[in-house]
DNA sequence: ATTAATTTTAAGCATAATGCTCAATCGAGA
DNA sequence: TCTCGATTGAGCATTATGCTTAAAATTAAT
């Protein structure tokens, strides 16, 4: 897989300012031929670099303001067994193993602080988890994106 | 803002599984008339449920193969300050607010160990940061995903 | 049960994007 | 100077899009 070079980033920093452009306007934006653009986000999906693109529904527009990160114990022996029952939890939008303290990561939605207790003690009743840290989220400063990582490229 | 019923939540499902689906696509999958999907789907859209779509970066891809979740506390004094400069750092990709020990919760990529150093040094030397805890992702069993909530409201 | 309102469906149409091919041109490096 | 890869420009058939209009079907209310 060959790395990004500034073009490839410039491409994709154009396409994640406006994510609907067609490919007519990207080349036109910057100064390119369609061809080449063409050509050039054809390569990237091939190499795995730009995925999919995701329609992104909010949350909280689904009726559940809430967001917390609930950060679970695990006992040692059960192990990856007790990630499917907590991924059937509808409310468990994202789920991560890590180090530390705890041993996995949940991002959870909720209607409201109820829920989300409801959610705790569904989690709880998982087999395996022992403990729960709730986090909750006050405000999302910076949403997910890769933008300043991709100036960092495109700069060159 | 309505809320979603059943057809709302059966083509954003059918755009979740497949992201690159077009509106004639979605009608024909899901049975509908063309001008049916085209109406939902705008007036998701007017009311804010659905976003703009993205265009996903693999971060990994990009070469930068480490995922961090960085905990970092604030002293009470400076408030918003600290999050400007935390953002202007490029591996950071995600930032948010939190209750809890913490105050600051930066999701950041790495290059490597060595990289994720570098860059929890220059949290830390952010005014106002006063203690930092990193934790590693190890493994992201399920990405962020709306599915399963969609999948509750579908099934009416 | 009948009426009213909303939603879905069907068709048409102009414009634009897409995926593709081919050949010419450009640029950097050997 | 020669060569290879990338970029460019053009063309072309197919398809999607955004839009409008009107009929049919569904739903709610009286």
Redesign the pocket.
Known sequence: MRNLDA?DARILLALDADPRA????LADRLG??R??V???LKRLEEDGQLREPSRRVDPAALGYPLLALITLSISQRVGQSTREPILRIPEVIELLVTTGDGDLLARVVAKDTEDLHRITNLLLEVPGVVRSNTTIVLLEVQPFSVRSLLEGHAGS
Chains 1, 2 share one sequence.
Do not use: H, I, S
């Open positions: 073009l067609t490919t007519v306007a390119l031929a061809n080449t063409q050509a050039r």
